[in-house]
């Protein structure tokens, strides 16, 4: 699959529910809990199985806009709309996208923007950030991409107006 391209009807599967455990940790630490192996950060993409109500989400996109459905972890199904120049992901509470889960760092990443690109910034988290299995330290984000935060599997998408207008130009 392009970089570049919106998936096509007939590469959606479609899903009634979110999947995911959901668990929830009693600790109230302030540490950041590795993972135990490797084996827990395994890269299996999760294709394009979109619902209607997170296909007319992406729809819905304004130019400028992007959103991250979570697809795993503790909030599976949980969207969020990133709408501004910077986005900082992590444990803390006033974090812009928080995840309550010792997986993942006080300040674990932010997500920037520069016109309708968007690039993903780890902020030295223990456990590390991944955009499509790799660890990385800073990289774009492209549409249908998955990251991953601590436990968390997220994909992210742009605006479809903003997709239209990259592949024309």
């Known amino acids: 699959m392009e970089d570049y391209r919106r998936p096509e009807p007939d590469d959606i599967r ?63 199904g949980a969207r969020y709309l990133l709408d ?23 300040r674990h990443a932010e997500i920037t923007r520069q016109g309708a690109a968007f690039e993903l910034v780890d902020q030295r988290s223990l456990n590390g950030t991944y955009v499509n299995g790799e660890r990385v330290d800073r990289a774009t984000l492209t549409n249908g991409a998955e990251v991953r935060v601590g436990k968390f599997r997220l994909n992210f998408f742009v605006s479809p107006v903003d997709l239209a207008a990259s592949s024309e130009g």
């Open 84 to 106: 501004s120049d910077v986005t900082t992901v992590g444990r803390h509470p006033e974090a812009d996208i928080f995840f309550d889960d010792v997986t993942v760092s006080r």
């Open 14 to 76: 479609r899903s009634a529910d979110a999947r995911g455990d959901i668990v929830g940790s009693d600790r109230g630490s302030d540490i950041t809990q590795t993972f135990g192996h490797d084996s827990d950060l395994s890269f299996v993409p999760f294709g394009s199985d979109l619902g209607e109500a997170e296909l007319e989400a992406i729809d819905a996109l304004p130019s400028g806009a992007a959103l991250l459905i979570v697809r795993s972890g503790p909030t599976a």
